[in-house]
């Protein structure tokens, strides 16, 4: 079992950046991928970012691609989202979620998922 707890979210303007943070207390974090998914009122969960266990292996939606960075430090527990020239598209929900078998965009295969936390973009 990992406790998963999201923070650095907020409100910023379009073209800003932020960096989201989660981190895990618990089992040996670095046993598990960490994905990054969101969620937009009335729109079904998708896919961010993933990185495997190591770190040594990143995966990225294409709507972010070139903007948002995924990033683990096993040290510390914790998994970082950098995102940059963020768009009013980006708004929602951001939930960090971990997997005991493999870094993958299929939210149905997350174990543990934490609270999430918002991310609002003004135009």
């Known amino acids: 079992q990992v406790q998963l707890v999201e923070s650095g979210g907020g409100l910023v303007q379009a073209g800003g950046s932020l960096r989201l943070s989660c981190a895990a207390s618990g089992r040996t974090f670095s046993i598990y991928a960490m994905g990054w998914f969101r969620q937009a009122p009335g729109k079904e969960r998708e896919f961010v970012a993933a990185i495997s266990r190591s770190g040594g292996s990143t995966y990225y939606a294409d709507s972010v691609k070139g903007r948002f960075t995924v990033s683990r430090d096993n040290a510390k527990n914790t998994v970082y989202l950098r995102m940059n020239s963020l768009k009013p598209e980006d708004t929602a929900v951001y939930y960090c979620?971990?997997?005991?078998?493999?870094?993958?965009?299929?939210?149905?295969?997350?174990?543990?998922w934490g609270q999430g936390t918002q991310v609002t973009v003004s135009s």
């Open positions: 979620a971990a997997d005991l078998v493999f870094a993958n965009s299929d939210y149905r295969r997350y174990d543990f």
